[in-house]
């Protein structure tokens, strides 16, 4: 059993940066994937940002150049850096793990295909 705690969820200026971070406790996994996603009222879950076990890294077109996903393997930790945000990049983030996952695309792994473990989410309100 594998836990998945995500933080540093917050509010920022238009233009601002935020980080937010992932931790995970518990089983591991020899190969996976790990994303995150972003849900808004509006919207759909969608996948924003994925990296594989190997390091393999991909990225939603609308994040593309602005956001970065990476992994402390020894800390077990999943990051994203959103750098130069804006107002539509408001959302719940969630951070997912994807147990057998090698391949990454769009900034998602390819959902249902896996076993899948999701973090709670943590808030990002982006202002103007």
């Known amino acids: 059993y594998m836990e998945l705690v995500g933080s540093g969820g917050g509010s920022v200026q238009t233009g601002g940066s935020l980080r937010l971070s992932c931790v995970a406790s518990g089983d591991t996994y020899s190969t996976y994937c790990l994303a995150w996603f972003r849900q808004t009222p509006t919207k759909t879950r969608e996948g924003v940002a994925a990296?594989?076990?190997?390091?393999?890294?991909s990225y939603a077109d609308s994040v593309k150049g602005r956001f970065t996903i990476s992994e402390d393997s020894a800390k077990r930790t999943l990051y994203l850096e959103l750098n130069n945000v804006k107002p539509e990049d408001t959302g719940h983030y969630y951070c997912?793990?994807?147990?057998?996952?090698?391949?990454?695309?769009?900034?998602?792994?390819?959902?249902?295909?896996?076993?899948?473990?999701w973090g709670p989410g943590t808030p990002v309100t982006v202002s103007p």
């Open positions: 997912a793990a994807a147990e057998g996952c090698t391949v990454v695309s769009g900034g998602t792994f390819q959902r249902g295909a896996y076993l899948e473990l």
């Open positions: 990296i594989t076990s190997g390091g393999t890294t």
